[in-house]
């Protein structure tokens, strides 16, 4: 073997055709087959995601639905129906965000609102972030208090 007869080994060289811009004898000189200006001719350019040539782009034309409010406070609702449910089961006349939370029934960071869902028939001293104006009413028919924390 001599040095003018190696070769790479079969399989190693994977190029096919012929090669771009190697001047004008090679056939392939020139714009190296990327056509006359623009963007795709130039070297370094790589489209955009969702880039279409100019068009109105498909995200940008479909409409959007909803809208999400970043201030948007979430509570932990109770009807006055679970108010009266949990004043007969643990036999208590004051329900309060630690005796709910004791329970489990909320986490710390929660905000508890009082709604007026069903009937209550005992006395409550209810301790709430927010109340509606029915449940309100109910609470203060039976003599209970309604107090904001």
Known sequence: MKLNELKPAKGA???????????????????STKGHKGAKSRSGYSAKIGFEGGQMPLQRKIPKFGFKNINRKEYQVFNLKDLQYLA????????????L????????RDL??????????????????????????????????????
Request: glycine residues 14%; hydrophobic residues 30%; proline residues 0%.
């Open 13 to 31: 060289i994977k190029r096919e055709g012929k090669r771009l811009g190697r001047g004008q004898g090679s056939g392939k000189g020139g714009t």
């Open 88 to 99: 007969e089961k643990y036999n208590v006349s004051k329900i309060d965000f630690n005796f």
């Open 101 to 108: 939370y004791e329970l489990g029934l909320v986490n710390k």
């Open 112 to 149: 508890v609102k009082i709604l007026g869902n069903g009937e209550l028939k005992t006395k409550l001293d209810v301790y709430a972030h927010a109340f509606s104006r029915t449940a309100k009413e109910a609470i203060e028919k039976q003599n209970g208090t309604v107090n904001i924390i």
